[in-house]
Structure formats: C-alpha cells, structure tokens
C-alpha cells in the first residue's frame, strides 16, 4: 500500500496514510476517495457533527466551573493547554467513537498517557524533520527513544479502539455511528493497518493544527470577538466557517507555506513554469499583504460574506485532490467550539499588542496570550 513504512513512525512497521504519503498514484486516489466519503463529504461531516458539538459544550461548561471558582466572577488564564485537551478530546470522539475523559477534573490515568504521547510526538518530530534518523539515534538517542515511544503509545490506542469497535460488533447490538473508525471498518473497504494508519495520522495531525488557531482567535486586534459574536448569530456552518477563517487562519496560518508540483508547463504573465517544479505560496505573507486584502491588518469579517472572489485567498488548508484531509473535521470543531463560548462569555485580552509567533512545526504564539472570560448573564 502507498509508500510502505515512515520512519517518522517511530520506524515502526506501520503504513503511511495519505496525508504523509508522497504518491499520487490511483492506490492513493482510491484510498483517497474513500476517506472522502466519511471524513470531509458533507454527509459524512454531518454524521459526526453532533460528537464535536458535546464535546464543546462539555468545554463550555468545564469553563464554567472555573469561573465559579474565582471569587471575582471572571477567570484570566492562558488556554493553551486547556485547548489542546478539547482539541484532542474532540477529534478523539469524532474518530474512534469513544471519550478520552480530559475535560474531567481527574482524567483517567491511559487517557494522561495517551496525551502525554501526542505532546511528545510533536515535539520531537521538529528535529527529526532536519536530522536523517541514523543521525538522530547517534547524535541524540534519547530524543529517538522518546518518539519511537510517543508512537507507540498512539497507535496502541488505535489498536485497543478497534478491538473495542470489533466486541461492539461481535455482540450484535443495534447498529449507530459510532465514529469515523467504526464506519471505515463497517465498509471494509480499506484494509484494516491502512484505516489504523490514516486515522492516527488524523489524530497526530489534528491537535496543534486546531488549538494554535483557536488560541489566537481569542486575541484579535480592533475588537474581533465582539464582530465575531455578532456575525454568528445570524450565522450558521459555511458562513461561521468563514467567519473563523478572516479572524485568525488569514493573519496566523498555522503552516506558513502551501506547496505544489505543477503536471504540466504553466505559463503565469508572460512566465514560464516548468512541469514538477517546487511551488510554494507564503501564506503568512498573502494574509498580510494589501495586494491581496484592503486594509490586511484589521479583523474585517464582513470581507468573506459579501459577494467579492475570495477564491484562493484563504488556503491554509491547501486546496484540490491534496487539500487537508482532516479540514472539514477541523473547521466543524472551531466553528463549534467559538460559537459555544462566544454564547456563554465575554472575552478581553490583557495585552493589546500584536502576537509575536514563532515556528515550532508550525506556527504558534511565542507566548500564549492570557485572556480574561467573564459569563455572559
């Protein structure tokens, strides 16, 4: 299957999905339209929309909690961490059907563990990314031991997630979604270590990716919480999807860059661009840029929802056959998630100057900004 094994696995015997494969070739295409029908379809989107959303108003209420614990009837804190646990309890749901349990006060000790492995595998994939792997074990064996641990703690987690979907099976109960998973090994239509593959990739994938954006979505210049509040509550899916992109994925794109190998010879203004060269677009750069968008500094929502061309404007998914196959999964959790908070408080930023980002596999604030939430009565 598509491109055998990846060293960034933990060299592990485990088979790429098709967001770390390279190929395109019709196996991957295939696998690839599979994936589409329950992962970034509108169908299969719907299906497991109704997950995310409990999971946000579990967040919501978690909020709550820690609210009425201050005296002062408002809570100021830096959300990075509390935003990774949403994001992967969320995506965890949506995937495997099944509640990690990290927005509880005391979540179990495996579901510790299983977060413990993402934060690890994230950060020592940065290095690996620059350093050949035989390099690595040499130079720093204990980095390589960490990874080839952090992978194999998620995909354990796969593996103990089927097995339970498996036992559903076996005991004959009445059939319900019960996941992307689950609907993937129902259909049997990928083999079993491919569906495991591209699912954990998803699960890796999806963490920082949706919590860098969402932290910087509650620190936009000029007032953005506020439009955002307004936009929605007239708004509903596409257009709160869009709303979501002009307050942060324009200004604070978590990957920097999209890039594309061309077919064929393009020819741009007079320009000629020869088949399979290396094309990058700087989307940090576009998002700022005036010749793109008027007055590119400012939160102007209202830019995505009227009647102008924004067609290639907002690619921090990538677009065509190789756009983000996790995107739909993405945008449903940060649309949901902002539109429960933005429902229960009122947000302010301690700090009124521009976020300082840095690149740490992708981009992220250099530090986490602190935001104060006081519930909307």
Excluded at 14 to 41: A, F, P, Q, Y
Excluded at 61 to 83: E, I, P, W
């Amino acid at each position: 299957m598509n491109g055998g094994t990846e060293v960034l696995h933990g060299a592990r015997p485990h088979l790429l999905g098709v967001t770390l494969s390279c190929r395109n070739g019709e196996e991957w295409r295939s696998d690839r339209l599979i994936l589409n029908k329950e992962v970034i379809s509108p169908a299969g989107t719907r299906k497991f929309l109704p997950f995310l959303n409990t999971v946000a108003e579990d967040f919501v209420a978690f909020m709550h909690r820690q609210v009425r614990k201050n005296s002062r009837g408002s809570l100021t804190v830096d959300l990075y961490h509390d935003l990774f646990r949403f994001t992967l309890e969320a995506s965890s749901y949506a995937l495997y059907g099944e509640r990690l349990g990290l927005l509880e006060e005391s979540p179990k000790p495996e579901s510790q563990e299983f977060i413990s492995a993402v934060e690890t595998m994230l950060q020592t994939t940065l290095p690996l990314l620059f350093t050949p792997p035989g390099v690595m074990r040499w130079v720093n064996n204990r980095l390589w031991q960490e990874h080839l641990k952090a992978w194999d703690t998620i995909f354990n987690h796969a593996d103990k997630c089927i097995q339970n979907i498996y036992q559903e099976f076996c005991l004959g109960k009445p059939r319900k979604y019960s996941g992307i998973m689950a609907e993937l090994l129902v259909q049997a239509e990928l083999p079993l270590d491919s569906i495991k593959a591209n699912v954990t990739e998803l699960t890796a994938g999806g963490v920082d990716t949706v919590s860098a954006p969402l932290g910087h979505t509650g620190y936009p210049q000029g007032g953005g919480t506020r439009m955002l509040r307004h936009g929605l509550r007239g708004s509903r899916g596409e257009a709160a999807a869009s709303l979501f992109s002009a307050l942060s994925s324009r200004l604070y794109p978590v990957g920097i860059t999209i890039q594309r190998y061309p077919l064929r010879d393009v020819v741009l203004q007079n320009y000629c661009v020869p088949a399979g060269t290396l094309c990058q677009v700087a989307l940090y750069s576009m998002g700022r840029s005036p010749a793109v968008f008027k007055d590119p500094e400012q939160y102007q929502p209202s830019r995505w929802l009227g009647k102008e061309d924004n067609s290639f404007k907002a690619l921090a998914f990538g677009f065509g056959s190789r756009q983000c196959i996790g995107r739909r999964l993405a945008e449903a959790e940060m649309t949901l998630f902002l539109m429960h908070i933005l429902k229960n408080f009122k947000i302010d930023t301690v700090s009124k100057e521009d976020l300082h980002t840095i690149y740490s596999f992708i981009l992220k604030p250099e530090k986490p900004p602190r935001l104060t939430f006081r519930p909307i009565d």
